[in-house]
């Protein structure tokens, strides 16, 4: 795998590639973690699904390399509308490297970030994923209250909320040391971008084909927010992954791959 800093006309993106240079005629499969964590979330699925796709995981703005600035012309207005704003830095690398078949792969907060490209853009992009996510993320006051006191605290609970019983939660924790954002910041930043996040009404204007996934045991965003979603975007699928919880990715990487991988080798 490779790490690199993409400089772009509007901002620096901090980007895992699973090979490089990317092969054009390839579809590129673009993924966006969720609040608080950055593109290593993703180190399985950029390394286990390079075979089938170019692969890239993408820091969001404000963590890493990738910086918060966008251009002077972008109309996104980053305190009103984070989830924009971060989606505004996903067409900006897109441009760049000017990708001409882009599959997005989001989870959580990341899925918010797809889904308002598939909103905002809906030329540019034929087939995305959409995992443990929803139309809406509003976030508890307690998640609020524990990252402007107890940062250190938040990241202790974070595990146990998020993974299964069933999951090897030490294992998850020790990677989480290496994924999640160090800055209380940048973590506040992201969940108040999920906070503001709603798309309910919105989600029959997409025309991607979507593969919905959830997580049967996810208590953050739990399945009915994924049943949500496949009853309001015309076409989708719905694929639910057993014993796991919302870090499914960290969870059962293989069981996650494999859905991944069926759903890029359907035909558009």
Not at 116 to 125: A, D, Y
Not at 163 to 188: C, F, H, W, Y
Not at 189 to 205: H, P
Not at 245 to 265: C, T, W, Y
Request: proline share 5%.
């Amino acid at each position: 795998m490779i790490s690199r800093i993409i400089t772009t006309p509007a901002r620096q993106i901090d980007i895992l590639a699973g090979s490089w240079p990317l092969v054009p005629e390839r579809p590129t499969l673009i993924f966006l973690h969720g609040a608080a964590l950055t593109k290593a979330f993703w180190t399985a699925q950029v390394e286990g699904l390079a075979d089938a796709a170019n692969t890239i995981a993408i820091d969001l703005p404000g963590r890493n390399g990738s910086t918060l600035a966008g251009d002077e012309n972008t109309t996104c207005d980053m305190e009103n509308d984070i989830i924009g704003g971060y989606a505004s830095a996903v067409t900006a690398l897109m441009d760049h490297l000017q990708l001409k078949n882009p599959v997005l792969c989001g989870l959580s907060m990341g899925g918010a970030v797809a889904l308002s490209l598939l909103l905002r853009h809906p030329e540019r992009f034929q087939k995305a994923i959409l995992m443990n996510t929803g139309a809406r993320l509003k976030v508890m006051p307690m998640i609020f209250e524990t990252l402007k006191n107890n940062y250190a605290g938040y990241q202790d609970m974070v595990v146990a909320f998020s993974t299964s019983g069933k999951s090897d939660r030490e294992k998850i924790k020790e990677q989480m040391q290496a994924i999640a954002v160090s800055n209380p910041a940048a973590a506040l930043r992201d969940f108040t971008a999920c906070d503001q996040f709603d798309v309910m009404a919105e989600l029959g204007r997409i025309r991607a084909a979507v593969q919905i996934v959830t997580g049967a045991d996810d208590g953050v965003t739990p399945p009915k927010y994924g049943e949500f979603l496949h009853q309001g975007i015309a076409g989708s699928g719905l694929t639910s992954i057993d014993d796991v919880g919302h870090l499914s990715p960290l969870e059962n990487p293989d069981a996650v791959n494999q859905v991944i991988r069926k759903f890029m080798a359907q035909p558009e």
